[in-house]
């Protein structure tokens, strides 16, 4: 089995650390926030084990593949090759789904390609393609020993009838002498009597009985038929008329098909993609909400938000006359108005000159090309589903097959949990069970692990761009477990990352499972229970940045409870617990009311958020919180402020009040704050601009002329002409990636030699964003401006951060804590309420506690906060708890509970109520 060792690891904070790790062990490495586990876990045995399976293939295929820097190890051994599964989502591609992401997307098209059943559209029958050896197959199963005809439909054209005589000598002289006419079959002679016009010819091909003796003949018979029919063939059997196509043909209306080839199904694909919306499921249009923004406004009073500004004045004129011929009030809220008024508003009149929306920006779609146009344009636009297939991406063709009663649309809509009920209970003819294969069980296969990690609730249809950085992760952790890799090393960021505490034995069973195939599963996580199933701790610490970076623990559960040293330790056996300060609320109490929510899976909900209190929103993934605070609050919100809101954006709801009670309603998610590399916790606390000035204050920075500006990397003074500013150039290696090197000039330091000679008490400016805000905020002690915006990112457990440390490079909880802080650093000026996205992602208890310090201190200062959340810790600390439910998706929306944390510990219905009951019995069994 053998074992991995590590010695002499330097990497970034590390300091010279010794490990022997075992394979095909489950290692949980925690520790407070920059203690170095994500140095160890991805930068030290990912990077090494990535390194070294790299030099194992050849250079062309090295260009495909990720490469990291080296890591300062003095020696490395027993590295298995690595894959890294982190709970980032960069995935931006509009067309990428869970179905994609996952391969079952592929699995899919290959199934209904197969073994899907094909109805006409028009007909609403089943459209086959035979051939002869099937056919005679059926007949022998259902007209043994009984006589049929087999009858050729021989296609005349156009010009047919005027060589009809030709044709029927033709096919007499070939030995057929039974032609169909008048409800009879006569010979050619009579046919021709008649004198009737045909499209075709009816031509009695064979009769005989069916039997096993005459299979050959009835095979070759049909053969005859399919060859003169042009592929179509008829067998008349009793009275009944059956009919045969060797191609994909309706035999009712005559329409034709395409093979059903993958794909056709495929969405990414020119022969299945939807032409009008090119495979997206969605049209870029206008946007009605857009133009009207505030439906409470009138005409008069601007309620056409295009036509309000300067540059319109004609066109809001002209409004106000076609108003007064038609007799719409333009005094009354445009909501008010009929939806006839609005409608020719917006389109016209037929007949009447008024120049409507429609054609305003029908014109303005003629200047495209001009800059200002197309900006303007875009404050109007906004997605709508494609119509023409009705969001499905496909064209209708391949909507046209059906599996188990459903197209593939159909299948993909479908949550997870309801698609494996569905794959498992399908009915498939032992024929469909053949051409399917192994496929259907891989299906199923490949379904259950996505229900196992938790997301059951999820759509193969779900846009990968929108799901949170915890879902990716597990779509990847339930792909690795599709893939049934063995003896590799995954490396993982904080799985249990947006999973209820309910699915967290779920989680940890995959996890096991993933080792037992014989992998090596290294987890960074700070979540109780799964350092509690851990095979081994590793324990980071003793605290972040410069003071962390040491092994403070390597070994079991049970011995890490005895290590006085480490903080995981106190707060695992109850030594030190999360505590807050309780005020009671000021004034008479206030609330926000949301009435009739009904948006995504919310079935019209009565919430109630008590202001001037931590109000937690809680429930199982899926269950609609984020539903219920972006989409509904937040995005209402904003709209009641004037400001635009698309309408796939806005959340369904009858009523909200309360909105009057806030001066301010601030959204404090994990998205990234930027995409420039130049942007750090220094810029972005607008702390480097003091930082500028002090060295721009210097007796030698005033002797070479140098202010400010010289010392910033975006400001052509004073940053390095060569890479401007970056520390990296960017080298082109033709057939290989383009590798970022430092620059050669500036050696990483990002400004001229002249700035960097500048100094403040011994340091440049270089070395002064080396610095983490710990150690700024001692050195600029006695630099008040500096201190004051630093100060905050200290007190919330951001300290060990270095100045100059790209916030591209922060995770999404380090990002929503830095955002905070900024938020505290701010002058108070009126009472605001605070919404946050599981704000505890990625901290540890200790840093929890910095949190929960920071909460006191917006509460005391007379804000408001909003949180949804999953850590117990802190749900248990909450002053009033709202808890969706009771599972995920369609069977989530509903309030199980609202109000204080006593009542949710009786809550029997709640997962939230029994989970936080389970752990503060923990917490009450460690005292």
């Given at each position: 089995m053998g074992a991995i060792e590590l010695r002499g690891v330097k990497t970034h904070n590390l300091k010279?650390?010794?490990?022997?790790?075992?394979?095909?062990?489950?290692?949980?490495?925690?520790?407070?926030?920059?203690?170095?586990?994500?140095?160890?876990a991805f930068d030290t045995l990912y990077a090494e084990g990535q390194r070294r399976y790299l030099e194992s293939v050849s250079a062309y295929a090295r260009q495909f593949l990720e490469r990291m820097p080296k890591p300062d190890v003095e020696f490395s051994s027993g590295i298995p090759p690595a894959l890294a599964i982190q709970t980032k989502n960069v995935v931006s591609n509009a067309r990428s789904t869970v179905g994609t992401q996952t391969e079952i997307n592929d699995y899919l098209r290959v199934a209904f390609a197969r073994a899907g059943r094909l109805i006409c559209p028009e007909c609403e029958i089943e459209v086959e393609k035979y051939d002869p050896v099937s056919i005679a197959r059926r007949l022998l199963q259902d007209f043994l020993e009984k006589t049929v005809r087999i009858v050729a439909l021989v296609p005349l054209g156009k010009a047919g009838m005027k060589y009809l005589s030709e044709n029927v000598r033709e096919l007499e002289r070939q030995g057929f002498s039974d032609f169909?006419?008048?409800?009879?079959?006569?010979?050619?002679?009579?046919?021709?009597?008649?004198?009737?016009?045909f499209s075709e010819l009816r031509v009695s091909i064979d009769v005989l009985p069916v039997n096993e003796k005459n299979r050959e003949r009835l095979t070759d018979s049909l053969e005859l038929g399919f060859r003169y029919g042009k592929g179509n063939v008829q067998v008349w059997c009793q009275g009944r008329e059956l009919k045969f196509s060797e191609i994909l043909q309706c035999v009712s209306c005559g329409k034709k098909f395409p093979e059903p080839v993958a794909n056709l199904f495929s969405f990414n694909s020119p022969l299945g993609a939807c032409p009008a919306c090119q495979g997206f499921g969605r049209v870029i249009t206008i946007d009605r909400d857009l133009v009207v923004p505030d439906a409470s406004k009138s005409i008069r009073e601007g309620a056409i938000e295009p036509w309000t500004k300067a540059s319109t004045r004609w066109e809001r004129g002209q409004l106000l006359d076609f108003c007064a011929r038609k007799r719409i009030p333009v005094q009354r809220p445009w909501a008010t108005l009929k939806k006839e008024h609005q409608k020719w508003i917006f389109e016209g009149f037929p007949g009447d000159d008024y120049f409507s929306l429609r054609d305003f920006f029908d014109y303005l779609n003629k200047k495209i090309y001009k800059m200002h146009v197309r900006i303007f344009l875009n404050r109007y636009r906004g997605y709508v589903p494609c119509a023409v297939c009705h969001a499905s991406r496909l064209?209708?063709?391949?909507?046209?097959?059906?599996?188990?009663?459903?197209?593939?649309?159909?299948?993909?809509?479908?949550?997870?949990?309801?698609?494996?009920?569905?794959?498992?209970?399908?009915?498939?003819?032992?024929?469909?069970?053949?051409?399917?294969?192994?496929?259907?069980?891989?299906?199923?296969?490949?379904?259950?692990?996505?229900?196992?990690?938790?997301?059951?609730y999820l759509t193969l249809d779900r846009m990968s761009r929108t799901l949170s950085g915890g879902e990716v992760q597990r779509i990847h952790l339930a792909s690795s477990l599709g893939s049934a890799l063995v003896d590799t090393l995954y490396v993982l960021d904080e799985p249990s990352i947006g999973l209820h505490e309910r699915d967290n034995q779920m989680l940890i069973a995959l996890l096991k499972k993933l080792r037992d195939l014989g992998n090596t599963v290294v987890v960074v996580e700070h979540d109780r229970t799964m350092i509690q199933s851990a095979d081994e701790v590793i324990d980071l610490g003793p605290e972040g940045g410069a003071k962390g970076g040491r092994l403070v623990f390597q070994g079991s559960i049970d011995a890490l409870k005895s290590c006085q040293a480490s903080y995981t330790s106190r707060y695992l056996s109850g030594k030190e617990k999360l505590q807050r300060v309780f005020r009671p609320a000021r004034g008479k109490p206030r609330k926000i009311l949301i009435e009739g929510a009904s948006a995504h899976n919310l079935k019209k909900i009565r919430a109630e958020i008590p202001l001037?209190?931590?109000?937690?929103?809680?429930?199982?993934?899926?269950?609609?919180?984020?539903?219920?605070?972006?989409?509904?609050?937040?995005?209402h919100?904003?709209?009641?402020?004037?400001?635009?809101v698309s309408r796939d954006e806005l959340g369904n709801v009858k009523r909200i009040a309360g909105f009057d009670g806030v001066e301010d309603m601030v959204l404090v998610d994990q998205s990234s704050l930027g995409r420039s590399p130049r942007s750090n916790p220094a810029t972005y606390t607008k702390a480097f601009e003091e930082v500028r000035k002090v060295f721009a204050s210097t007796r030698q920075a005033k002797r070479a002329g140098f202010d400010a500006g010289y010392f910033s990397f975006n400001s052509e003074k004073g940053r390095c002409p060569v890479c401007k500013g970056d520390g990296a150039v960017k080298v082109e290696m033709h057939f290989l990636a383009d590798i970022f090197v430092p620059c050669e000039a500036c050696q990483g330091r990002r400004f001229k030699n002249e700035v960097l000679e500048i100094e403040y008490q011994g340091l440049n400016i270089d070395k002064v964003l080396q610095l983490t805000i710990d150690e700024s905020v001692d050195f600029f002690q006695a630099r008040k401006a500096i201190v004051d915006k630093l100060e905050p990112l200290r007190k919330i457990g951001l300290g060990y951060l270095k100045l100059g440390q790209p916030t591209l490079t922060l995770s999404g909880g380090e990002a929503q804590r830095l955002k905070l802080a900024c938020e505290m650093a701010e002058p108070f000026s009126g009472a605001a309420l605070y919404l946050l996205d599981e704000p505890t992602t990625g901290l540890h208890e200790r840093d929890i506690h910095h949190l929960l310090t920071a909460f006191d201190e917006l509460l005391a200062r007379g804000h408001s906060l909003f949180v949804i959340e999953h850590h117990m810790g802190l749900i248990a600390l909450a002053d009033?708890?709202?808890?969706?439910?009771?599972?995920?998706?369609?069977?989530?929306?509903?309030?199980?509970?609202?109000?204080?944390?006593?009542?949710?510990?009786?809550?029997?219905?709640?997962?939230?109520g029994r989970c936080l009951k389970k752990y503060l019995a923990g917490l009450s069994a460690a005292d």
């Open positions: 010279n650390l010794q490990l022997k790790l075992p394979r095909r062990k489950l290692y949980v490495v925690t520790g407070v926030s920059g203690s170095g586990k994500s140095s160890l169909f006419c008048d409800g009879e079959w006569k010979n050619g002679d009579s046919l021709l009597s008649a004198k009737q016009k064209k209708p063709d391949a909507m046209n097959y059906r599996l188990g009663g459903r197209t593939i649309a159909d299948v993909q809509a479908l949550p997870i949990d309801r698609l494996l009920e569905f794959l498992e209970t399908i009915h498939l003819s032992p024929e469909e069970k053949e051409k399917m294969g192994p496929v259907h069980e891989e299906l199923i296969r490949r379904v259950r692990f996505l229900k196992e990690v938790g997301l059951g001037g209190r931590l109000a937690v929103l809680t429930g199982v993934s899926g269950s609609g919180k984020s539903t219920l605070l972006y989409n509904v609050l937040y995005n919100y904003l709209k009641s402020k004037g400001q635009p009033y708890v709202i808890d969706l439910g009771p599972e995920g998706g369609e069977e989530g929306g509903e309030i199980i509970y609202q109000g204080d944390m006593a009542g949710l510990l009786e809550c029997n219905r709640s997962h939230t």
